[in-house]
T-cell receptor
Framework: GENVEQHPSTLSVQEGDSAVIKCTYS??????FPWYKQELGKGPQLIID?????GEKKDQRIAVTLNKTAKHFSLHITETQPEDSAVYFC????????????FGAGTRLFVKA | DAMVIQNPRYQVTQFGKPVTLSCSQT?????MYWYQQKSSQAPKLLFH???????NEADTPDNFQSRRPNTSFCFLDIRSPGLGDAAMYLC??????????FGPGTRLTVL
């Protein structure tokens, strides 16, 4: 079955610096890759997603890149702010419907003011 | 404004005492999911409904059941909670387009 590995498990950056979180997946049939941000005591919130027909997507300070050949996708956060501190999960799903979404183990991001 | 609503936000139950968690949605999505999330771990899918079709994950214990009386509501029943069932329970919804929208979660404590 699909497996998603996420690194690093913890990331600490200075405010204003960039943060990069990397994920790899195993199932070449995966074609949808969302990223979720989870703050303490809250449910995960979608922050950006990418489908397999594009290599990069950007939304203000957040960007995601996808390398289908390497089965690798990454989240890039530029000009980090203290409110970016949270746990970030990558995920991968196959086919339409998203019924089976496999999550990475999560990255705890600390942004130091 | 809320799209996926979970009640209660915090639930305390006693060992072995049945408990029901509820989820409602205003998105009119046809898929609803229940996840269990333990501290510092990724959400773990328990089961999902595609319309009225129920799909159980192979490793979901029989102790966990679900009901979906209509499009908007879905319930998670834990028949005999054990200490190991203490966790955050997350409800999510989606259409066939893969994006899942999560509720705020219910934190379950088992005494």
């Amino acid at each position: 079955g699909e497996n998603v590995e996420q690194h690093p498990s913890t990331l600490s950056v200075q405010e204003g610096d960039s943060a990069v979180i990397k994920c790899t997946y195993s199932d070449s049939a995966s074609n949808y890759f969302p990223w979720y941000k989870q703050e303490l005591g809250k449910g995960p919130q979608l922050i950006i997603d990418i489908r397999s027909n594009v290599g990069e997507k950007k939304d203000q300070r957040i960007a995601v890149t996808l390398n289908k050949t390497a089965k690798h996708f990454s989240l890039h956060i530029t000009e980090t702010q203290p409110e970016d501190s949270a746990v970030y999960f990558c995920a991968a799903s196959t086919g339409t419907g998203g019924f089976k979404t496999i999550f990475g183990a999560g990255t705890r991001l600390f942004v130091k003011a | 404004d809320a799209m996926v609503i979970q009640n209660p936000r915090y639930q305390v139950t006693q060992f072995g005492k049945p408990v029901t968690l509820s989820c409602s949605q205003t998105l009119n999505h046809n898929v609803m999911y229940w996840y269990q999330q333990k501290s510092s771990q990724a959400p773990k899918l328990l089961f999902h409904y595609y319309d009225k079709d129920f799909n159980n994950e192979a490793d979901t214990p029989d102790n966990f059941q679900s009901r979906r009386p209509n499009t908007s509501f879905c319930f998670l029943d834990i028949r005999s909670p054990g200490l190991g069932d203490a966790a955050m329970y997350l409800c999510a919804t989606s259409t066939r387009a893969d994006t899942q929208y999560f509720g705020p979660g219910t934190r379950l404590t088992v005494l």
